[in-house]
């Protein structure tokens, strides 16, 4: 008879997913989905807001990245005020935007994924997380913790919060940075050198290991979708979007945030909340493609540092071409880190720093605008339009994690077919299932932002495709 | 023993916009402002304990963590003493415990306060609002003053020390 099998709650994840794992009478997997259990409706509930509440507004979408939020809709505001913010301001953001990055990436290697890493994907499931990483390798543990704190307290000097800080405003930011605060994390920086060059190292050490993991963890050629400057170097805050296919062959360049929607499509599937974006000339899921570190590093010809420009060329050399595996976002997660850290240091180091001319002030000059920055897991998008009093009678926002939907849930397929045989299999098989979800360190809260897309509506098929039971909500 | 700058480090968890779990953040204001004056007493409130707090436990001589309490008597005020300990380790990523906290200050850092106390108010509501509830209202004055008296415990050298 077939079965499902049910993972529920996919743990050491930012938020609330489920996969579902169909069999067929052989034992063998049919077909695998990753659920997003969860709605919120941001989207919708922004309809009569001023146009300058959205920075604040939205970046409570989420506690892990919601400076990437205030920056897309802080760009999205600016160009309905159709402004250029001051040089210093723009700096000020991309400093911002780095430390979150750094926190949320080692938040994601260190307290998500190393348990599985350091530990084994067959380890003690009662041992397998933070607790356990801390007590086999505590000087890992204590650079993780470490790394997490250094971007988050860069984000509460520069925000004066270390969560939804408010000061990255439409036109720039509230305040100028203080040459104290300024002194204050040029201090943290070679603490944060040592511990990002420690888990290189250590991640190195052990990735090999996981060849057979590497192989099945959503292992696939496809499009890559990134933030690049036009020097080519990686960028996080400004420049355009770069599509590449599955041979690194550029596709579409120069994809700004207003042209985002002429080239990004968004699909939907009856089981999830979260939408799938897809490049619109290839069509869903055909245009499916990847965002976040795997594909800003596939993407980069260069970091435009010298240590995360060495490790970049390292990283090129796993693969000819763009580094298909998901598994390896691991890796570029840590160079993403390492990059935010000597980009940081680069930034204090310009005078123009301390300049206290950090904000343009306009009206509404548009009707319509739209913004768009990197988020630590991927491209986000926001677009808004509003009525000539500038309150918001739509907005549409494109987060990273729905990007990378069709990817998460062809790895899951790749590996749960990969593992399950004959219907038998351990806890092990399961979190390595997870695992891949991992790799790709999704935001669910971040991704389901719409609300009346679908009914969540749960289906039990037998192997003739008979509904056997259904569950509406 | 080496003096640590942080006799005590008083640490308090909740959220305002949750009714009476904004009670552990009011009594943190309300400790910003009463020890004001005494530079050993340090203060942080947070909306969630995270694991990057161990650093700063392990460097204080002792700790009071603030909370409210949704298991107990609602306006109820306890203070209890708390040792490391392991509590859910598998959810432990977002939020932490006290005793989760202790444990992971010995293990990173080989650290710990040499007192370590909770005060928990019992709550009524954490419904989706500020304020307090009536229960947490008429229980804040007996909170101030455990507050108050566990400061003094705290700071009090013990024989050993």
């Known amino acids: 008879m077939t079965q499902t099998i049910t993972i529920d709650p996919v743990t050491r994840l930012e938020g609330h997913g489920k996969i579902t794992i169909h069999l067929n009478d052989q034992g063998e997997v049919e077909n695998a989905n990753f659920h997003v259990t969860q709605v919120r409706g941001f989207e919708r509930f922004a309809q009569g807001r001023p146009f300058y509440e959205m920075p604040s507004l939205m970046a409570r979408i989420c506690g892990i990245c919601p400076v990437s939020h205030l920056i897309a809709s802080a760009k999205a505001c600016e160009s309905i005020m159709s402004v250029r913010i001051p040089h210093t301001a723009a700096q000020l953001r991309r400093m911002l935007n780095l430390a979150q990055t750094v926190q949320s990436h080692a938040l994601s290697f260190f307290y998500l994924s190393s348990p599985d890493l350091l530990l084994g994907m067959e380890s003690d499931p009662a041992a397998r997380h933070i607790f356990g990483v801390v007590a086999a390798k505590p000087e890992l543990g204590r650079a993780g913790v470490r790394l997490r704190r250094f971007g988050q307290h860069i984000i509460e000097l520069l925000g004066n919060k270390r969560i939804h800080p408010g000061w990255v405003v439409p036109g720039g930011v509230t305040e100028p940075l203080a040459s104290a605060k300024r002194d204050e ?67 579409e360049d120069g994809i700004t945030a207003a042209r985002f929607n002429e080239v990004i499509g968004e699909a939907v599937e009856p089981y999830s909340y979260t939408k799938f974006a897809y490049y619109k000339p290839l069509g869903y899921p055909a245009g499916s493609y990847r965002v976040g570190p795997l594909a800003r590093l596939n993407i980069a010809k260069t970091m435009g540092t010298p240590l995360a420009d060495w490790e970049l060329g390292q990283f090129k050399q796993l693969a000819i071409g763009p580094v298909e595996s998901s598994f ?41 605008g739209s913004g768009q920055a990197e988020a630590p897991r991927g491209t986000l998008n926001h677009h808004y339009k509003v009525d000539e009093n500038g309150l ?44 891949v979800v991992r790799t790709f360190d999704p935001c669910l809260s971040c991704s389901t932002h719409a609300l009346g897309q679908m009914p969540l509506v749960l289906t039990l098929l037998n192997a003739d495709g008979e509904q056997v039971d259904q569950v509406v909500r | ?153 705290l700071l009090t050298p013990t024989p050993n020390q």
Not at chain 1, 219 to 228: A, E, K, R, V
Not at chain 1, 340 to 350: A, H, P, V
Not at chain 1, 354 to 360: G, K, N, S, Y
Not at chain 2, 126 to 135: H, V, Y
Request: aromatic letters at 6%.
């Open chain 1, 185 to 251: 994390i040029l201090a943290m920086i070679p603490q944060a050198y040592t511990d990002i060059k420690l888990a290189l190292t250590a991640y190195k050490h052990i990735a090999e290991s996981f060849r057979p993991e590497i192989e099945v963890f959503a292992n696939f050629p496809s499009l890559y979708l990134g933030l690049i400057n036009e020097d080519e170097t990686v960028e996080f805050t400004d420049g355009a979007l770069r599509l590449i296919d599955a041979k690194g062959e550029i596709i």
């Open chain 1, 328 to 368: 390896y976002y691991h890796h570029a997660r840590l160079i993403d880190i390492l990059y935010g850290i000597e980009k940081i240091e680069e930034i204090l180091s310009d005078p123009r720093i301390l300049d206290t001319h950090v904000r343009a002030t306009a009206g509404v000059n548009r009707l319509e």
């Open chain 1, 392 to 435: 918001i009678t739509w907005a549409n926002l494109v987060i990273a994690t729905g990007q990378n939907n069709n990817a998460m849930n062809v790895g899951v397929l790749q590996a749960a077919k990969h593992y399950i045989k004959a219907g038998k299999f351990t806890e092990g098989i399961l979190n390595r299932v997870e695992a």
């Open chain 2, 1 to 153: 023993m080496t003096e640590s700058a942080t006799r005590c480090l008083i640490l308090a968890c909740g959220n305002t916009l949750r009714e009476d779990d904004g009670v552990g953040p009011w009594l943190a204001a309300w400790a910003q402002e009463r020890f004001l004056s005494d530079p050993s007493v340090r203060v942080l409130s947070r909306q969630q304990w995270t694991p990057e707090l161990s650093e700063e436990i392990a460097a204080a001589d002792s700790v009071l963590f603030i909370d409210c309490a949704i298991d107990a008597d609602p306006g109820s005020v306890h203070l209890t003493s708390v040792e490391p300990g392991d509590e859910s380790p598998a959810l432990a990523t977002h939020h932490l415990g006290p005793a989760q906290l202790l444990s992971l200050s010995q293990e990173l850092y080989g650290s710990l306060p040499t007192s370590a106390l909770q005060l928990t108010i019992g709550a009524a509501s954490i419904d989706l609002r500020e304020g307090f509830s009536p229960a947490v209202n008429a229980a804040l004055p007996d909170a101030r003053a455990s507050l108050e008296l566990a400061v003094v415990r």
